[in-house]
């Protein structure tokens, strides 16, 4: 039997995606989680073959989530289940040691041949996706990223500091220059461009 561990915030998706899975003979879902920490909690504690997990998520995002699943070590194979048809997220989830990167409108045998290759040890990649992914790359640096993903959520300068434990120049220095590596106006513009790329 293959082992899965499903973590999706949203309880309806959550049951009707280990609904599906239970329908077959070869897989077993030991675990549902509804944010990234309880998922990466289940997954020390079961050990579960392949980890079905969103992207937004609370507490810890499905690429947060992926990427300290590798970092620990685990044996888990991670498979991102997501609406966020973004080669910029496929690229960054592929960077976090996802073996895996699916639509959620994909069909439900879909879902299953998934689990079997990554658990077999391959990878399963919207192929569409896979083909944009590597015709443009992300500009920006993590902390870049960072400050301007806060700046997105309305905090100012002075409050990104503050959380981040840097200087405000510093905080100003990393918005202009994300904001002139997308080519934006201000960093409202910029936020909204990198979303759209799923840079941020």
């Given at each position: 039997?293959?082992?899965?561990?499903i973590?999706?915030?949203?309880?309806m998706?959550?049951?009707a995606?280990?609904?599906?899975?239970?329908?077959?003979n070869d897989?077993?879902?030991?675990?549902?989680?509804?944010n990234?920490?309880?998922?990466?909690?289940?997954?020390?504690?079961h050990?579960?073959?392949?980890?079905l997990t969103?992207?937004?998520?609370?507490?810890?995002?499905?690429?947060?989530?992926a990427?300290?699943?590798?970092?620990?070590?685990?044996?888990?194979r991670?498979?991102i289940?997501?609406?966020?048809?973004?080669?910029?997220y496929?690229?960054?989830?592929?960077?976090a040691g996802?073996?895996g990167?699916?639509l959620?409108?994909s069909?439900?045998?879909?879902?299953?041949n998934?689990?079997?290759q990554v658990?077999?040890?391959?990878?399963?990649i919207?192929?569409?996706?896979?083909?944009e992914?590597?015709t443009e790359?992300?500009p920006l640096?993590?902390?870049?990223?960072?400050?301007l993903?806060?700046?997105?959520?309305?905090?100012?300068?002075a409050?990104?500091a503050?959380?981040?434990?840097?200087s405000?120049g510093?905080?100003r220095?990393?918005?202009?220059?994300?904001i002139?590596?997308?080519?934006?106006a201000n960093?409202v513009?910029?936020?909204?461009?990198?979303?759209?790329?799923?840079?941020?």
């Amino acid at each position: 039997m293959i082992r899965v561990l499903i973590a999706e915030d949203q309880s309806m998706v959550l049951g009707a995606l280990a609904a599906l899975l239970e329908i077959e003979n070869d897989i077993e879902v030991v675990g549902k989680a509804e944010n990234g920490r309880e998922a990466l909690g289940l997954v020390e504690r079961h050990r579960p073959d392949v980890l079905l997990t969103d992207i937004e998520m609370p507490e810890m995002t499905g690429l947060e989530l992926a990427a300290e699943v590798s970092r620990r070590g685990l044996p888990t194979r991670v498979v991102i289940l997501t609406t966020f048809a973004r080669a910029g997220y496929l690229r960054r989830a592929l960077d976090a040691g996802a073996a895996g990167y699916l639509l959620k409108d994909s069909p439900a045998e879909t879902l299953a041949n998934a689990v079997r290759q990554v658990h077999a040890g391959g990878r399963a990649i919207d192929p569409e996706l896979a083909r944009e992914a590597w015709t443009e790359r992300d500009p920006l640096s993590d902390r870049e990223r960072q400050v301007l993903r806060l700046a997105a959520e309305g905090l100012t300068s002075a409050a990104i500091a503050s959380r981040l434990f840097l200087s405000e120049g510093t905080v100003r220095n990393y918005l202009s220059s994300a904001i002139s590596k997308l080519g934006a106006a201000n960093r409202v513009e910029a936020a909204r461009m990198a979303r759209e790329k799923g840079w941020l």
